[in-house]
């Protein structure tokens, strides 16, 4: 039975109901009531699948500038012109990379790097690699200057190649 999302609202969440998982708070993912409680009558415990990003057979990296100024929304912001970037990129040039890293979860990391000498040695790693990639430049119109480099994206590729790059860097 397809369930809806309340009108006007978009969610999205993957339901399982598998042993090796760990039971939620239902009311957590629910924008309203009506959607979960028509599957809590069909299934009494539901699970959300738990994984780590070690699990992963594909990811989609972004390194992040810390040397930049910048509020957690600006670099949520440019986090996502990466993302979307260098996805459109993969799925262009790579479309089955592209196929299973949509399909198991979109798995995304964002890392931190010091400089913009950084940010540029990561890009040149991964085209070396033929792996996508794009660096951002911020339009300037709030928090940085015109032009400035904020961040770049890799991937959706199989973690290995992506590790190779960004394996070492740490969490941001």
Known sequence: MPIEPCQGRQWRARWCLFAQTEEIDQSLFSPC???????????????AEVKSTADFKYKLVVAVRRDLDMGKGKIAVQV?????????????RRPEWWKEWFEEGQCK????????????EVKRQADDLGLASAIIRDRGLTQVEP?????????????D????????????
């Open 33 to 47: 009531r009506l959607p979960l409680a028509l599957i809590s009558q069909r299934t009494p415990k539901i699970k």
């Open 80 to 92: 996502g012109h990466a993302s979307i970037t260098v996805a459109e990129e993969t799925r262009r």
């Open 109 to 120: 990391v964002v890392v931190k790097i010091a400089s913009e000498g950084e940010l540029e």
């Open 147 to 159: 032009g400035t480099a904020t961040c770049v994206g890799i991937g959706p590729a199989p973690a």
């Open 161 to 172: 190649l992506v590790d190779k790059i960004t394996g070492t860097l740490p969490l941001l």
